[in-house]
Protein backbone atom coordinates (compact mmCIF):
# COMPACT_ATOMS: atom_id res chain seq x y z
CA UNK A 1 0.00 0.00 0.00
CA UNK A 2 1.31 3.42 -1.00
CA UNK A 3 -0.94 5.69 0.78
CA UNK A 4 -0.31 7.20 3.86
CA UNK A 5 -2.35 9.66 6.14
CA UNK A 6 -1.57 12.97 6.29
CA UNK A 7 -2.95 15.74 8.84
CA UNK A 8 -5.36 18.75 9.41
CA UNK A 9 -5.28 21.26 12.47
CA UNK A 10 -8.49 20.93 14.87
CA UNK A 11 -11.06 23.97 14.80
CA UNK A 12 -12.65 25.32 17.34
CA UNK A 13 -16.44 25.63 18.32
CA UNK A 14 -16.57 21.65 17.10
CA UNK A 15 -19.61 19.86 18.43
CA UNK A 16 -18.07 17.06 20.86
CA UNK A 17 -14.95 16.67 19.18
CA UNK A 18 -16.82 16.41 15.68
CA UNK A 19 -17.28 18.67 12.78
CA UNK A 20 -15.15 20.99 11.12
CA UNK A 21 -11.19 20.57 11.20
CA UNK A 22 -8.73 22.98 9.22
CA UNK A 23 -7.44 21.19 6.58
CA UNK A 24 -3.37 21.50 6.25
CA UNK A 25 -2.93 18.47 3.65
CA UNK A 26 -6.01 16.04 3.63
CA UNK A 27 -5.28 12.37 2.92
CA UNK A 28 -7.11 11.10 -0.65
CA UNK A 29 -7.68 8.04 1.53
CA UNK A 30 -8.72 8.84 5.12
CA UNK A 31 -7.41 12.12 6.12
CA UNK A 32 -6.50 11.71 9.36
CA UNK A 33 -5.97 15.32 11.60
CA UNK A 34 -2.49 16.16 13.37
CA UNK A 35 -1.59 16.78 16.50
CA UNK A 36 -2.38 20.09 17.80
CA UNK A 37 -1.97 22.25 21.10
CA UNK A 38 -4.69 22.73 23.37
CA UNK A 39 -3.74 26.16 23.69
CA UNK A 40 -6.61 28.69 24.39
CA UNK A 41 -8.91 29.80 21.33
CA UNK A 42 -8.68 33.09 20.10
CA UNK A 43 -12.22 34.80 18.41
CA UNK A 44 -15.78 33.95 19.11
CA UNK A 45 -19.28 34.96 20.18
CA UNK A 46 -19.64 35.25 23.91
CA UNK A 47 -19.24 31.59 25.69
CA UNK A 48 -18.87 29.98 22.54
CA UNK A 49 -15.07 30.43 22.36
CA UNK A 50 -15.29 27.87 25.61
CA UNK A 51 -16.60 25.35 23.33
CA UNK A 52 -13.79 22.99 21.97
CA UNK A 53 -12.82 19.69 21.06
CA UNK A 54 -11.26 17.90 18.33
CA UNK A 55 -10.28 14.94 16.45
CA UNK A 56 -6.90 14.22 15.65
CA UNK A 57 -4.06 11.77 14.84
CA UNK A 58 -2.81 12.00 18.12
CA UNK A 59 -6.14 11.46 19.78
CA UNK A 60 -7.56 8.78 17.60
CA UNK A 61 -4.27 6.75 19.06
CA UNK A 62 -4.79 7.56 22.02
CA UNK A 63 -8.74 6.04 22.24
CA UNK A 64 -7.40 3.20 20.10
CA UNK A 65 -4.75 2.19 22.68
CA UNK A 66 -7.14 2.35 25.63
CA UNK A 67 -7.83 -0.61 27.09
CA UNK A 68 -10.89 -3.16 25.41
CA UNK A 69 -13.70 -2.60 28.11
CA UNK A 70 -17.03 -3.71 28.10
CA UNK A 71 -19.77 -1.46 28.76
CA UNK A 72 -21.99 -3.17 31.53
CA UNK A 73 -22.15 -0.42 33.94
CA UNK A 74 -23.17 3.20 34.40
CA UNK A 75 -19.52 3.45 35.65
CA UNK A 76 -17.87 1.58 33.03
CA UNK A 77 -19.72 3.87 30.42
CA UNK A 78 -18.53 7.36 32.16
CA UNK A 79 -15.12 6.32 32.55
CA UNK A 80 -15.05 5.61 28.46
CA UNK A 81 -16.75 8.95 27.29
CA UNK A 82 -14.54 11.04 29.63
CA UNK A 83 -11.66 9.49 28.75
CA UNK A 84 -12.58 9.74 25.21
CA UNK A 85 -13.45 13.16 25.67
CA UNK A 86 -9.79 13.98 27.51
CA UNK A 87 -8.14 12.45 24.46
CA UNK A 88 -9.76 14.75 22.24
CA UNK A 89 -9.61 17.92 24.43
CA UNK A 90 -13.32 18.74 25.00
CA UNK A 91 -14.66 21.26 26.96
CA UNK A 92 -16.94 24.05 27.79
CA UNK A 93 -20.28 24.17 29.37
CA UNK A 94 -22.51 22.96 26.54
CA UNK A 95 -20.49 19.91 25.70
CA UNK A 96 -19.13 18.72 29.46
CA UNK A 97 -22.00 19.92 31.04
CA UNK A 98 -24.58 18.74 28.90
CA UNK A 99 -23.80 16.40 25.75
CA UNK A 100 -21.03 14.18 28.11
CA UNK A 101 -23.80 13.02 30.65
CA UNK A 102 -26.20 12.50 27.33
CA UNK A 103 -23.61 10.90 25.74
CA UNK A 104 -22.69 8.59 28.40
CA UNK A 105 -26.30 7.43 29.28
CA UNK A 106 -26.42 6.94 25.07
CA UNK A 107 -23.38 4.49 25.47
CA UNK A 108 -24.68 2.44 28.34
CA UNK A 109 -28.20 2.11 26.06
CA UNK A 110 -26.35 1.18 23.00
CA UNK A 111 -24.36 -1.52 25.23
CA UNK A 112 -27.21 -3.20 26.72
CA UNK A 113 -29.81 -3.16 23.99
CA UNK A 114 -27.73 -3.67 20.56
CA UNK A 115 -30.84 -2.54 18.40
CA UNK A 116 -29.79 0.61 19.76
CA UNK A 117 -26.55 1.21 17.75
CA UNK A 118 -26.18 3.87 15.66
CA UNK A 119 -27.05 2.96 12.15
CA UNK A 120 -24.77 3.70 8.76
CA UNK A 121 -27.69 5.40 7.25
CA UNK A 122 -28.40 7.78 10.25
CA UNK A 123 -24.74 8.58 9.79
CA UNK A 124 -25.01 9.35 6.50
CA UNK A 125 -28.50 11.52 7.09
CA UNK A 126 -26.70 13.55 9.66
CA UNK A 127 -23.94 14.16 6.88
CA UNK A 128 -26.28 15.21 4.69
CA UNK A 129 -27.88 17.81 6.79
CA UNK A 130 -24.59 19.23 7.67
CA UNK A 131 -23.61 19.73 4.54
CA UNK A 132 -26.79 21.75 3.99
CA UNK A 133 -26.71 23.51 7.30
CA UNK A 134 -23.02 24.43 6.04
CA UNK A 135 -24.00 25.75 2.78
CA UNK A 136 -21.48 23.78 1.44
CA UNK A 137 -20.80 25.14 -2.49
CA UNK A 138 -20.52 21.84 -3.88
CA UNK A 139 -22.98 19.53 -0.98
CA UNK A 140 -21.57 15.79 -1.08
CA UNK A 141 -24.46 13.09 -0.46
CA UNK A 142 -23.37 10.04 0.78
CA UNK A 143 -25.24 6.86 2.08
CA UNK A 144 -25.41 3.99 4.20
CA UNK A 145 -22.89 2.21 2.18
CA UNK A 146 -20.95 5.09 2.12
CA UNK A 147 -20.12 5.03 5.57
CA UNK A 148 -20.12 1.56 6.10
CA UNK A 149 -16.92 1.33 3.57
CA UNK A 150 -15.54 4.35 5.54
CA UNK A 151 -15.50 2.64 9.00
CA UNK A 152 -14.26 -0.56 7.25
CA UNK A 153 -11.16 1.15 5.89
CA UNK A 154 -11.14 2.88 9.52
CA UNK A 155 -11.88 -0.09 11.57
CA UNK A 156 -8.14 -1.58 9.31
CA UNK A 157 -6.37 1.25 11.16
CA UNK A 158 -8.09 2.01 14.00
CA UNK A 159 -9.51 -1.37 15.38
CA UNK A 160 -10.40 0.06 18.95
CA UNK A 161 -12.24 3.07 17.39
CA UNK A 162 -14.14 1.83 14.76
CA UNK A 163 -16.47 -0.94 14.78
CA UNK A 164 -15.86 -4.09 11.97
CA UNK A 165 -18.37 -4.60 8.92
CA UNK A 166 -20.52 -7.37 10.68
CA UNK A 167 -21.31 -5.00 13.43
CA UNK A 168 -25.17 -3.82 13.14
CA UNK A 169 -24.33 -0.49 13.67
CA UNK A 170 -21.68 1.69 15.97
CA UNK A 171 -21.60 3.09 19.39
CA UNK A 172 -22.62 6.93 19.90
CA UNK A 173 -19.20 8.33 20.33
CA UNK A 174 -18.00 6.29 17.56
CA UNK A 175 -20.67 8.15 15.23
CA UNK A 176 -20.01 10.99 16.47
CA UNK A 177 -16.15 10.71 15.18
CA UNK A 178 -17.20 9.44 11.85
CA UNK A 179 -19.14 12.23 11.47
CA UNK A 180 -16.43 14.13 12.21
CA UNK A 181 -13.56 12.18 9.55
CA UNK A 182 -16.80 12.34 7.17
CA UNK A 183 -16.97 16.33 7.21
CA UNK A 184 -12.91 16.66 7.75
CA UNK A 185 -13.13 14.88 4.23
CA UNK A 186 -15.73 16.23 2.29
CA UNK A 187 -17.32 12.76 2.31
CA UNK A 188 -16.10 9.35 2.08
CA UNK A 189 -12.94 9.63 -0.26
CA UNK A 190 -12.39 7.13 -3.40
CA UNK A 191 -9.20 5.71 -1.80
CA UNK A 192 -11.12 4.81 1.15
CA UNK A 193 -13.85 2.93 -0.76
CA UNK A 194 -11.45 1.18 -2.94
CA UNK A 195 -9.45 -0.17 0.10
CA UNK A 196 -12.81 -1.36 1.88
CA UNK A 197 -13.16 -3.90 -1.19
CA UNK A 198 -9.94 -5.49 -0.10
CA UNK A 199 -12.17 -6.50 2.82
CA UNK A 200 -9.32 -5.86 5.38
CA UNK A 201 -9.70 -7.01 9.05
CA UNK A 202 -10.09 -4.95 11.82
CA UNK A 203 -6.16 -3.80 12.75
CA UNK A 204 -4.65 -5.29 9.61
CA UNK A 205 -3.33 -2.30 8.61
CA UNK A 206 -0.40 -0.52 10.85
CA UNK A 207 0.77 2.96 10.17
CA UNK A 208 4.71 4.19 10.33
CA UNK A 209 4.75 7.22 12.56
CA UNK A 210 7.50 8.20 11.24
CA UNK A 211 5.33 8.91 7.36
CA UNK A 212 2.64 10.75 9.35
CA UNK A 213 4.29 14.07 9.63
CA UNK A 214 2.26 17.33 8.08
CA UNK A 215 3.49 17.93 4.09
CA UNK A 216 2.38 20.46 1.52
CA UNK A 217 -0.48 18.46 -0.39
CA UNK A 218 0.08 18.32 -4.67
CA UNK A 219 -3.25 16.98 -4.81
CA UNK A 220 -5.06 19.10 -2.67
CA UNK A 221 -8.84 17.68 -1.30
CA UNK A 222 -10.86 21.15 -2.95
CA UNK A 223 -14.42 19.35 -1.94
CA UNK A 224 -13.08 18.64 1.56
CA UNK A 225 -11.60 22.49 1.75
CA UNK A 226 -14.74 23.78 0.89
CA UNK A 227 -16.63 21.91 3.56
CA UNK A 228 -13.45 23.34 6.29
CA UNK A 229 -14.44 26.91 4.98
CA UNK A 230 -18.14 26.55 5.11
CA UNK A 231 -18.31 24.84 8.43
CA UNK A 232 -15.94 27.05 9.93
CA UNK A 233 -17.62 30.25 9.08
CA UNK A 234 -20.67 28.65 10.60
CA UNK A 235 -19.14 27.80 14.06
CA UNK A 236 -17.48 31.26 13.76
CA UNK A 237 -21.27 33.11 13.96
CA UNK A 238 -22.96 31.13 16.20
CA UNK A 239 -24.31 31.67 19.59
CA UNK A 240 -24.82 29.93 22.61
CA UNK A 241 -28.66 29.67 22.02
CA UNK A 242 -28.02 28.10 18.41
CA UNK A 243 -25.00 25.99 19.45
CA UNK A 244 -27.54 24.26 21.32
CA UNK A 245 -30.51 23.72 18.90
CA UNK A 246 -27.38 22.65 16.35
CA UNK A 247 -26.76 19.91 19.35
CA UNK A 248 -30.18 18.98 19.81
CA UNK A 249 -30.86 18.84 15.65
CA UNK A 250 -27.92 16.47 15.01
CA UNK A 251 -28.41 13.86 17.77
CA UNK A 252 -32.03 13.86 16.89
CA UNK A 253 -30.95 13.33 12.96
CA UNK A 254 -28.51 10.45 14.39
CA UNK A 255 -31.27 9.03 16.29
CA UNK A 256 -29.11 8.28 19.37
CA UNK A 257 -30.31 6.02 21.76
CA UNK A 258 -31.59 8.18 24.42
CA UNK A 259 -33.72 10.39 22.25
CA UNK A 260 -35.56 7.29 20.50
Known amino acids: MNWIPRSSVGCPYCFAFLFCAIIVSPTDLVGQPRNQ???????????MANEQGYVNLRSLQTI???????????EDADAYVKQVAEACGVRGPILTGELIPLLVNEELA????????????????AFNFLSDEFRVPHPQRITGVDVLQYRITMAAIYPHVFSPKNAGGVRPVEALILLHQLVFNGGVPEGAKKYAQKDPQPG??????????AAIDKNPNLIGREYWTASAQYFRE?????????VDS???????????
Open 204 to 213: SFNIDPSRTR
Open 64 to 74: NSLPVRRIGSF
Open 110 to 125: AAEDPSKLVSDDRVAE
Open 250 to 260: TTKIMALPVGR
Open 37 to 47: DRGSVKGGIGS
Open 238 to 246: LTPEKMQSF
